[in-house]
């Protein structure tokens, strides 16, 4: 009741970079983030598909987690899964060293997160359906298939028919 009242973020700041527009991801994080837990975010606006939008985002992000830490948040999620596909195995890892090394503070990708909790449940084998056009499609494919994912179904936003 008191800690209601309480700023947001008052035990952990959690802060999340996204690629483009903050639509849903306050509204879900607050569904299921405990208590006194607060999201502090920041977008690259991303406005296409297009490679040249991802390299501009991906530039901005370390510049973006230095900005978050100045907001006294606690740990760095970056979310662009599509910015890291498109650049390959350890691509995730390397941005979150850049990070970490940045702002000291502990940091991930979303697709770190997914790959670490899949290994963790010892899930070796997925079906996998995404918002993605074609191409950032069999790009994020690849990618769960360089570590060790395999991808047993697959369809994208451009294979609607195929989707169950």
């Known amino acids: 009741m008191l800690s209601d009242l309480r700023m947001n973020g008052?035990?952990?700041?959690?802060?999340?970079?996204?690629?483009?527009?903050?639509?849903?991801?306050?509204?879900d994080f607050f569904r299921f983030a405990?208590?006194?837990?607060?999201i502090v975010g920041i977008t690259s606006n991303i406005e296409t598909?297009?490679?040249?939008?991802?390299?501009?985002?991906?530039?901005?992000?370390?510049?973006?987690?230095?900005?978050?830490?100045?907001?006294?948040?606690?740990?760095?999620?970056?979310?662009g899964v599509p910015l890291l596909v498109a650049r390959g195995k350890?691509?995730?890892?390397?941005?979150?060293?850049?990070?970490?090394?940045?702002?000291?503070?502990q940091s991930t990708t979303s697709v770190r997160a997914a790959l670490d909790?899949?290994?963790?449940?010892?899930i070796r084998r997925i079906a996998l359906a995404t918002p993605y056009p074609k191409e950032v499609q069999t790009q994020t494919v690849q990618f769960l298939r360089a570590?060790?994912?395999e991808?047993?179904?697959e369809a994208s936003m451009e294979d609607r028919k195929s989707v169950v």
């Open 34 to 38: 405990p208590t006194g837990v607060g």
């Open 90 to 105: 350890g691509a995730d890892l390397e941005l979150i060293s850049s990070m970490t090394k940045a702002t000291g503070l």
């Open 147 to 149: 570590n060790d994912i």
């Open 49 to 79: 598909w297009g490679k040249d939008h991802f390299e501009n985002a991906l530039a901005r992000v370390v510049k973006d987690a230095t900005s978050l830490s100045t907001r006294k948040c606690d740990y760095i999620i970056y979310a």
């Open 117 to 122: 909790a899949m290994d963790w449940f010892g």
């Open 10 to 27: 008052w035990r952990k700041r959690i802060g999340y970079i996204s690629p483009s527009i903050l639509e849903t991801t306050a509204h």
């Open 151 to 153: 991808v047993v179904k």
